[in-house]
């Protein structure tokens, strides 16, 4: 559940977070179009949260798979 949600967290967060960054990237793009590529670097700030809660998930579910004997197996055979 703690990987669910590591994931799930961050990467409606980092949604959230991209909405509002496009927005206003296209209202300055749409002004000034030297700093398009600026604003793509702000782009991918934000898209590394998401990223990162993917990271964080790989993390929380090694750390389950050794501390436990909890297998894939298990629910597939």
Do not use: C, D, W
Not at 23 to 37: D, F, H, K, T
């Amino acid at each position: 559940m703690g990987a669910g949600l590591a994931f799930g967290l961050a990467a409606f967060g980092a949604g959230i977070g991209l909405g509002q960054v496009v927005r206003a990237g296209l209202a300055v793009i749409s002004e000034n179009p030297a700093l398009q590529s600026k604003v793509f670097i702000f782009v991918g700030m934000v898209e590394s949260i998401a990223i990162y809660g993917i990271v964080m998930m790989f993390f929380h579910l090694r750390t389950i798979v050794l501390t436990t004997n909890f297998s894939i197996f298990n629910f597939i055979f």
